[in-house]
């Protein structure tokens, strides 16, 4: 998650810096984007449910994710398959107005993939 997050961290500079987006510098990026987010389902076999309530969590052991990952695995899955096409067609994309729209709504299918699936707190 820290990769992807590297990743995004990086085009999200670049759509609000102000400055006009040279597309050559973020196709490797949302490339990656793309292949890791179709990857990620893949780490989540049935048998890694680790959440419990109130559980004290070390980040770099423990799993934030949520326990609805496992009873709603095929939602979970086709998010993480259009978040990855969004991905794909942004690292394609000819023109700057096209990243943005695209970056945009990968954005907001990230987030609400996280708001159903990561469980940070309880």
């Known amino acids: 998650m820290d990769t992807l997050d590297s990743h995004m961290d990086d085009i999200d500079w670049m759509l609000h810096s102000g400055k ?17 987010v179709m990857a990620f389902p893949h780490l989540f076999p049935p048998d890694t449910n ?31 398959a259009a978040a990855s096409r ?7 994309a000819k023109r700057e107005g096209d990243f943005r729209k695209t970056m945009a709504t990968l954005r907001t299918a990230c987030d609400s993939c996280h708001a159903l699936y990561v469980k940070a707190d309880q």
């Open 86 to 92: 969004l991905a794909f067609d942004a690292s394609r």
């Open 50 to 80: 680790q959440w419990q309530p109130n559980a004290k969590r070390d980040p770099a052991r423990d799993t934030f994710a949520s326990p609805d990952i496992w009873t709603n695995f095929s939602d979970f899955y086709q998010q993480a």
């Open 20 to 36: 006009p987006i040279d597309l050559s510098q973020t196709f490797d990026h949302a490339d990656t984007i793309s292949v890791m």
